[in-house]
């Protein structure tokens, strides 16, 4: 009789730990966010340190720690290499359990990533990676991509450009997955407006003397040079055709991705009459003022946020919005970006836009000009808007996505 009192405590003591088990596993309002960089070289001042400081912006701006929610960032430096890149992902969700790797500036890394949160079934939020083909024939339902990419920027600026009359083109390319695409995707375009690529020429990534591109660039006679790669390749190719009159020549530089951070670094003396392709400027209006100059106080270098930037601290607000939709955090990266798409998307810096399913937000792009110095009332005042670009005509159309997921 003691012995069957005993198995029957027991048994009665174990449902009862399920019984309280249950609730607090269904509740887990635990979130990590790994920010995944470039924190030292050439992409370091596009996002960098700043990035870190707009997802922790976006943590406190969704009021879920208030609301009992546990939020940790971390953040981590790739080094521009998608070797170190996927360890750093890997360690991160295998031993530190993180839910969601974000920004990944540089493409090749972005790809690699974006492979294995598939994998692992976590979560990629892409701001910095500008591949086109990460919603094209690598997407995936765990990997969504918020701000831009080289189908956006090869519709903006080369058009435009090729409209007005320049009407070949000759490529100054980043060796990397991120400048081929642009080079592809703006070709395309160039091509499909009635102009013509007369050459290209590959540089490595960080390279610091583009001399022997920029007389390939020049003896081409092209009307246009684009520049095909970004942050300080983009910054120093500029400067040295400046020391090559190649402006003066007769010639136009197009800075095929272009960010605020760069033209400051550059003075608008060197970067006057640039123009190019971004989907958010600090300027734009009164909420993205009021955001901008709240973020500049905690930027690390009291910089004006780029275009990246912005479109994190978006993205990591819609995805905390999902999370708290959920209920609690579900371990199912999958079914937390499906979540994301389900859910209307609506903040301070692009507004509303839908979350498509082939992970791409549709959001408007502007086609902006470099202000000449006379023109500028002060620091950070850079731009002059030339045109704006309807969302559906910002991003390719889900009808020609060679996504998987996508159903014609």
Known sequence: MKNGLARNSAALIVLAGFSLASPAFAQDKNIKIGVLNDMSSLYADIGGPNSLAAVKMAVEDSGLKARGWNIEVLSGDHQNKPDIGVNIARQWIDADKVDAIADTPNSGVALAVSNLV???????????????????????????????????????????????????????????????????????????????????????????????????????????????????????????????????????????????????????????????????????????????????????KGAMPSMTVAGLYAEILHYLKAMEALGSNPRDGAKVVAKMKELPTD??????????????????????????????????????????IAPEDAAKPLEASDCPMVKK
């Open 118 to 300: 598939k994998d692992k079934n976590s979560v990629l939020l892409n701001s910095g990676a500008a591949t086109a083909d990460l919603t094209g024939k690598a997407c995936n339902p765990n990997t969504i991509s918020f701000t831009y990419d080289t189908y956006m920027l090869a519709n903006g600026t080369g058009k435009a450009l090729t409209k007005a009359g320049g009407d070949t083109w000759f490529f100054l390319t980043a060796d990397y997955a991120f400048g081929h695409a642009l080079e592809r995707d703006t070709g395309n375009v160039v091509t499909k407006t009635g102009g013509k690529v007369v050459g290209a020429v590959r540089h490595p990534l960080n390279t610091s003397d583009f001399s022997s591109f920029l007389l390939q660039a020049q003896s081409s006679k092209a009307k246009v040079i684009g520049l095909a790669n970004a942050g300080g390749d983009t910054t120093n190719s500029i400067k040295q055709a400046a020391e090559f009159g190649i402006v003066q020549g007769g010639q136009k530089l197009a800075a095929l991705l272009l960010f605020i951070n760069d033209v400051h670094a550059l003075g608008l003396r060197t970067a006057q009459g640039l123009t190019f392709t971004e989907s958010f400027y600090w300027d734009l209006n009164d909420k993205t003022r009021e955001w901008s100059k709240r973020f500049q106080k905690v930027s690390p």
């Open 347 to 388: 903040d301070p810096l692009f507004g509303k836009g839908p979350l498509r399913a082939d992970g791409r937000r549709l959001i408007p792009a502007y086609l902006f000009e470099v202000k000449k110095p006379e023109e500028s009332k002060g620091p950070w005042d850079y731009y002059k808007l030339v045109a704006t």
